[in-house]
């Protein structure tokens, strides 16, 4: 089952922030998520497995909810190289694939 | 830092051919996978494989491709009798460590752009 990502897009100037939230409708095992730049491979950003469980990478951090079946990414202090397309992907138990969302397309302008 | 290396990075072929898309996974990683990315869309999995074999696939993944690890440090994607829609950009990853029944932090090379006219 995909997650969902939302928003499709967001636009900022350098210095805002952001919330991409990733969805699902079956329980996340674990969440993943990934920056792509265009024409480039997608780059780990962050790994949360437990429920509750939030983790940092400079000014990008994530949380996630199990109960929800969500999580949400958080850029803060948005600066240009943030530009790309974020994606979450759901672990699935049992299995090693992953599984991504649709993407969130964000712009960082100056 | 250890990377995934893909060649080549354009491959160019005509509709029927057969093509094989390579990988060098990060040395001490245990689990493999191919993904594929039609432009402009979301990032699909192929197929995992682990200890010499494959672990998972998906629906994409039916018997016009293959996976092989030919010896210690290649990862082969191969695909028979390529049509118009294989066209995409393929994505070779590697993963340390299994978390316990899920997967472990994947690390993705630069791609492949497929290209079949």
Redesign the interface.
Known sequence: Q?PVQSPQAVILREGEDAVINCSSSKAL??V?W?RQKHG?????LM?L?KGGEQKGHEKISASFNEKKQQSSLYLTASQLSYSGTY?C?S?????????????TRLTINP | EPEVTQTPSHQVTQMGQEVILRCVPISNHLYFYWYRQILGQKVEFLVSFYNNEISEKSEIFDDQFSVERPDGSNFTLKIRSTKLEDSAMYFCASSGYSLAGGPGEQFFGPGTRLTVL
């Open positions: 995909q095992y674990s993943h990934y480039e491979a997608p780059v780990f790994i497995l994606f992907a672990g699935v138990q049992g299995a090693q694939k992953l599984v991504f969302g649709q993407g």
